[in-house]
């Protein structure tokens, strides 16, 4: 019996793609020893997606469907692939073909190998400028320093895993505000690398602003790093080593009040800098803690084709 791959893709607005993404999907995955499914998470898209996917999936059994209520955003959708998915190996892409699908015999080389966990990592963006770019590599950079996890820089969206690993995503890794490639990275196994240059997209935009990309960045360093609750006791001694340094001054420079002036203001300013950096730091967590607390679904599936979910 033919081992069953999982191709989850993420979809939201893509409709100028689609049917490319498929047909060259479709002639990668005509050549493989494995069977496979393709299996599309339609995050809430406004434009025709969702009728080109159902077209799709009417012409062709292997084509499923998971149709979110509205958009719940990009984790949410490979994580319903992920749940959703049923073959011995999994791998997670985008629909806008900056994920190439021609990386995918290579990806089941390593999987009969006995990876279990492939992590794709981009050598080249075509699409991403030179901010992107720098931003990206600033962000590995701290993550890593923060973090007792270590994340393979330029890591991307794109990546494998084995069942097993699929199954422990599914039963233990629940958290409402989620980094999937960061998980996946975390839960052992024997891990590998594939190198990849990413192309440019093939049509549309793309759906991450430098605001999403920021607040992104941030709840990412506080799911994986305590470090910045930690910053109060470093900012607590530096502030307490500066008021000395300036009692010491003042001591010995006494000479008018008038003369101090500018130096109370400043370390004023500087010390409420602190507090609020600090006070912003702990609000972060606070807020993480609270969307936890409140246990609301990751997503909301409307419809699915061509599958039925296993229990």
Known sequence: MKRLLSIVVSVYNEEAVL??????????????????????????????????????????????????????????????GVDYSRGDGIVCMDADLQHPPACIPEILERFEEGYQVINMVRTKNESAGWFKNLASAAFYSLINALSDVHFENNASDFLAVSRQVADVLKDSYRERVRFLRGFVQNVGFRRTTIEYEARARAAGQSKYSIRRLFQFSVNTIVCFSNLPLKLGIYAGLLSGLLGMIVLVYTLFTRRGAPRGYATIVVLICFMFAILFLLVGIIGEYISILFTELKDRPIYIVEETKNLERES
């Open 19 to 80: 049917e490319q993404f498929y047909r060259e999907a479709g002639q990668v995955l005509s050549g493989i020893s494995w069977d496979y499914e393709l299996l599309f998470v339609n995050d809430g898209s406004q434009d025709d997606s969702l009728p080109i996917l159902t077209r799709l999936a009417a012409q062709d059994a292997r084509v499923k469907i998971v149709s979110f209520s509205r958009n719940f955003g990009h984790e949410a959708a490979m994580i319903a």
